[in-house]
């Protein structure tokens, strides 16, 4: 039998009759395929990756963390109390995304009055909440355009949404090489998750050659800027290696 370690394995089914540490597994709520479960990636998947997954299946130690430091608000300087609040902010836009949550109209139209002004980063933002319907009726359509005028105005976060949209069909047409090439520019950059993206592209051959080897060198270098999925494919890949020996 296989001994489940954590609670991560209960949203994911085992795919036959496997008595191996890492047993093929499939996600309840995406199908995704693993043909090696590795608990940490599993969850990554849960966390980043799975469009259905709810919020009791993510991971909480980055709101535990976000959440610390506002109740220590108190006792930080005025120049950390602004830096907390910026990063509250960001929190609390990243979970309604991920929640699905209308923020009150006044916050969608603050995004579209700075991005009327020409504010990059609030082009990307009005851009997220017409892609996810957030304060406003989604519209996939109006969401490519405005992660096009961002990303054409060097916001490398919107370049890495728009590498999203061509990839997944996001208001428009899929577009694998054009996924690619937008998950490049991003990466060039420095934009973690496009790293990690542009692995993934570089190791399943998806608008580009296929190139293992490159493909880690990638996985590795977002893994050593901070990303946690990159990370797990990287154990992904030496594990086995490891097991061979």
Known sequence: MVRKKGPVWKHFQIIGNNDKSHPR???KYCSKDFQRAVPERLQAHLNEKCPNAPNSAKSQTKQ???ISKIDNIEHMSEEEQESSKALTS???????????????????????????????PAISDLANCYKNGIGIEKDEIRAFELFKEAAGKGDIDAMNNLGKCYQNGIGTEKDKIRAFEMYKKAAGKGQLDAITKLGYCYEKGKGTEKDEIRAFELYQ???????????YMVLDIIIP???QD
Do not use: M
């Open 25 to 27: 597994v499939q996600c």
């Open 90 to 120: 960001s929190f609390k836009l990243s979970t309604r995304e991920e929640a699905k949550i209308q923020p009150d109209d006044n916050e969608q139209l603050r995004y579209s009055e700075a991005a009327k002004r020409g504010n990059i």
């Open 221 to 231: 270098e977002a893994a050593k800027g901070g990303d946690l999925f990159a990370l």
């Open 64 to 66: 535990q963390k976000t």
């Open 241 to 243: 290696l490891c097991e």
